[in-house]
C-alpha cells in the first residue's frame, strides 16, 4: 500500500520561504510515476503546484512557476517543495500525491499540512 | 489557467442518484479524455474515484460512474448512502503538462 506523508512548519512569516517535505512507503519514487504537490486554501478549489518524476522531469503550474522548486531525495524516498516570497495568500493546506504525469490523475494523497502565513 | 466550474453542493436522500457537473473550457476537458474525480471527506486526503472520465480504479464502488459531453464532464453517484456525504472535486489535464481542479461540490445526504 503507498502511503505519502507531508511534514513541515505550520506557520510562515511572509517573505519567506516555505520547505515541505512528503515521505513516501510502500513504492519506491525512482521506480516510476510523478510524485506531485497540490495545495487548497481555506474555502478555495484544490489547487495543482507541479509534479516531479526521477530523472529530472517537473512540471509546474505557470502561475506558480517562478517561485516553486520541487526536488526528490530518492535515498530517503522523499521528494519536496520550496515555495519562496510567501504571502498570506499562500495559506494552505497542502498535500502531497503520486500523480500529475503521464497517468493524468492522482492516485494515493498524503493527509495534508495547514501551512499558515503569518507575521 | 481558471478553475473547472462545480456546483458549490448538491443533497440527495438514501437510494437516489445524483449528479455533480465540472464545467471546463475546450482546453481542458473538451478537448482531452483525462478528466478524475475526488471524494474529499475533511481531514482526510483526498480519495482517487474516477480517471479518464468514466474509468474506475479498483476497489472504488460501482455506484460512482462518469461521463462527459463537450466541456462538462459529470460524476453520478447512485444508491446514495450516507458515506457519500463529503466534498468532490474534478481535475483535468489542461495541455502543456498542467492540470487544472474543480471548485469543489459539497454533497449532503439528506
Known amino acids: 500500500q503507498v502511503q505519502l506523508q507531508e511534514s513541515g512548519p505550520g506557520l510562515v512569516k511572509p517573505s519567506e520561504t516555505l520547505s515541505l517535505t512528503c515521505s513516501v512507503s510502500?513504492?519506491?519514487?525512482?521506480?516510476?510515476?510523478?510524485w506531485g504537490w497540490i495545495r487548497q486554501p481555506p474555502g478555495k478549489a484544490l489547487e495543482w503546484i507541479g509534479s516531479?518524476?526521477?530523472?529530472?522531469?517537473?512540471y509546474h503550474n505557470p502561475s506558480l512557476r517562478s517561485r516553486v522548486t520541487i526536488s526528490e531525495d530518492t535515498s530517503k524516498n522523499r521528494f519536496s517543495l520550496n515555495l519562496r516570497s510567501l504571502a498570506a495568500a499562500d495559506t494552505a493546506v497542502y498535500y502531497c500525491?503520486?500523480?500529475?504525469?503521464?497517468?493524468?490523475?492522482?492516485?494515493?494523497w498524503g493527509q495534508g499540512i495547514l501551512v499558515t502565513v503569518s507575521s | 489557467q481558471s478553475a473547472l466550474t462545480q456546483p458549490a453542493s448538491v443533497s440527495g436522500s438514501p437510494g437516489q442518484s445524483i449528479t455533480i457537473s465540472c464545467t471546463g473550457t475546450?482546453?481542458?476537458?473538451?478537448?482531452?479524455?483525462?478528466v478524475s474525480w475526488y471524494q474529499h471527506h475533511p481531514g482526510k486526503g483526498p480519495k482517487f474515484m474516477i480517471y479518464?472520465?468514466?474509468k474506475r480504479p479498483a476497489g472504488v464502488s460501482n455506484r460512482f460512474s462518469g461521463s462527459k459531453s463537450g466541456n462538462t464532464a459529470s460524476l453520478t453517484i447512485s444508491g446514495l448512502q450516507a458515506e457519500d456525504e463529503a466534498d468532490y472535486y474534478c481535475?483535468?489535464?489542461?495541455?502543456?503538462?498542467?492540470?487544472?481542479f474543480g471548485t469543489g461540490t459539497k454533497v449532503t445526504v439528506l
Open positions: 481535475c483535468s489535464y489542461a495541455g502543456s503538462s498542467t492540470f487544472v
Open positions: 479518464d472520465v468514466s
Open positions: 500525491a503520486r500523480g500529475g504525469g503521464y497517468t493524468n490523475f492522482f492516485d494515493y
Open positions: 516531479l518524476h526521477h530523472g529530472g522531469t517537473i
Open positions: 510502500g513504492y519506491s519514487i525512482s521506480t516510476g510515476f510523478f
Open positions: 475546450s482546453s481542458d476537458v473538451g478537448y482531452y479524455n483525462s
